[in-house]
């Protein structure tokens, strides 16, 4: 009784929240929380996405290593985000997959994500398929990603593509924090319309940003943005010259002058658009091409070519793109 009064306090929040253990496996914590709709104001005529119901989701993980390999230390997970870890052995860890049960990006959703990578573990985290935002009422979505890896530890963030629609709502923030001696990639990339269905972004908002902090100073801050006004004017030489589909990939690590040649020698063999530059310690790759095929192509190429250079696991192409 005391649960369904807490239930009943909480609908009149405008959310419902419903959290629980699991016995066999006590560090692993499961919650669904849903945004009821707001009551529309009887003068307001205009639809807004606050007045549907969106998802609030959340997954969090903590990796640590061990003499068996990298372990799970902690998961919680919020609908409709989940995460599994396919194809393991009873101790060791190697690939974590997200997925949303939502089967998309609506505008008002609220979604964050948070891989911690502990001394010695080895992980990379990709998703089941490409994300889709939706067309957006008045709200755009939001998506936190949080990833920390500490000194000793290395984390490949791999994720597939995410796929905006015609007026798609997102704002995107990825941040970063890093410890000397550790290792990272990190990757995202947008497409803008599914080019074998002839679809065209005439409107809608993107504001995809990252920060990265070593041993907590800033270190590299960017920023992508794009509106309403601004989509018409996207094919110019100056801005994305006609390319659908771009992405930022990151690289902080040891060697790093030595991986930055590597990288501008294998540049032309990728098949699109890219260069590879160094700043405050990272190196810094930008692709892009006029369909997301191109670029996941040379994504594949740039992760097989350089993860052999990096010594293979967690910086290799992930094997859920295969899927």
């Given at each position: 009784m005391?649960?369904?009064?807490?239930?009943?306090?909480?609908?009149?929040?405008?959310?419902?929240?419903?959290q629980?253990?699991?016995?066999?496996?006590?560090?692993?914590?499961?919650?669904?929380?849903?945004?009821?709709?707001?009551?529309?104001?009887?003068?307001?005529?205009?639809?807004?996405?606050?007045?549907?119901?969106?998802?609030?989701?959340?997954v969090?993980?903590?990796?640590?290593?061990?003499?068996?390999?990298?372990?799970?230390?902690?998961?919680?997970?919020?609908?409709?985000?989940?995460?599994?870890?396919p194809?393991?052995?009873?101790?060791?860890?190697?690939?974590a997959?997200?997925?949303?049960?939502?089967?998309?990006?609506?505008?008002?959703?609220?979604?964050?994500?948070?891989?911690?990578?502990?001394?010695?573990?080895?992980?990379?985290?990709?998703?089941?398929?490409?994300e889709?935002?939706?067309?957006?009422?008045?709200?755009?979505?939001?998506?936190?990603?949080?990833?920390?890896?500490?000194?000793?530890?290395?984390?490949?963030?791999?994720?597939?593509?995410?796929?905006?629609?015609?007026?798609?709502?997102?704002?995107?923030t990825t941040?970063?924090?890093?410890?000397?001696?550790?290792?990272?990639?990190?990757?995202?990339?947008?497409?803008?319309?599914?080019?074998?269905?002839?679809?065209?972004?005439?409107?809608?908002?993107?504001?995809?940003?990252?920060?990265?902090?070593?041993?907590?100073?800033?270190?590299?801050?960017?920023?992508?943005?794009?509106?309403?006004?601004t989509?018409?004017?996207?094919?110019?030489?100056?801005?994305?010259?006609?390319?659908?589909?771009?992405?930022?990939?990151i690289?902080?690590?040891?060697?790093?002058?030595?991986r930055?040649?590597?990288?501008?020698?294998?540049?032309?063999?990728?098949?699109?658009?890219?260069?590879?530059?160094?700043v405050s310690?990272?190196?810094?790759?930008?692709?892009?091409a006029?369909?997301?095929?191109?670029?996941?192509?040379?994504?594949?190429?740039?992760?097989?070519?350089?993860g052999?250079?990096?010594?293979?696991?967690?910086f290799?192409?992930?094997?859920?793109?295969?899927?």
């Amino acid at each position: 009784m005391a649960q369904l009064r807490n239930m009943a306090q909480a609908g009149k929040s405008g959310c419902v929240a419903v959290q629980g253990r699991y016995r066999a496996h006590p560090q692993v914590t499961c919650s669904t929380r849903i945004r009821l709709p707001s009551k529309s104001s009887p003068c307001s005529s205009r639809p807004s996405d606050q007045d549907l119901q969106r998802a609030e989701g959340v997954v969090r993980i903590v990796l640590s290593g061990s003499e068996n390999g990298t372990r799970v230390k902690e998961v919680f997970q919020q609908s409709p985000l989940r995460v599994l870890f396919p194809g393991t052995t009873a101790c060791a860890v190697e690939e974590a997959v997200l997925l949303n049960t939502g089967g998309g990006i609506a505008g008002g959703d609220r979604l964050e994500f948070g891989v911690t990578a502990l001394a010695n573990a080895s992980i990379a985290v990709t998703s089941q398929a490409a994300e889709k935002v939706y067309r957006a009422l008045t709200v755009p979505a939001r998506s936190a990603t949080r990833l920390k890896v500490c000194a000793a530890a290395k984390l490949a963030w791999l994720p597939q593509e995410t796929i905006l629609f015609d007026w798609a709502r997102l704002s995107r923030t990825t941040e970063i924090e890093l410890t000397h001696g550790a290792e990272l990639m990190a990757l995202e990339w947008l497409v803008l319309g599914r080019a074998a269905h002839g679809e065209k972004i005439t409107g809608g908002h993107i504001a995809d940003s990252w920060r990265v902090r070593k041993d907590g100073q800033l270190i590299w801050a960017d920023s992508f943005r794009a509106t309403d006004e601004t989509f018409q004017h996207l094919h110019r030489k100056a801005l994305l010259s006609d390319c659908k589909a771009f992405g930022t990939l990151i690289y902080f690590g040891p060697r790093l002058d030595a991986r930055l040649e590597f990288l501008r020698d294998i540049a032309p063999s990728l098949g699109c658009r890219c260069s590879m530059t160094s700043v405050s310690g990272l190196i810094i790759a930008r692709f892009a091409a006029k369909t997301s095929y191109e670029v996941k192509l040379a994504l594949h190429s740039f992760l097989q070519q350089f993860g052999s250079e990096l010594g293979g696991h967690p910086f290799r192409v992930p094997k859920m793109w295969s899927c």
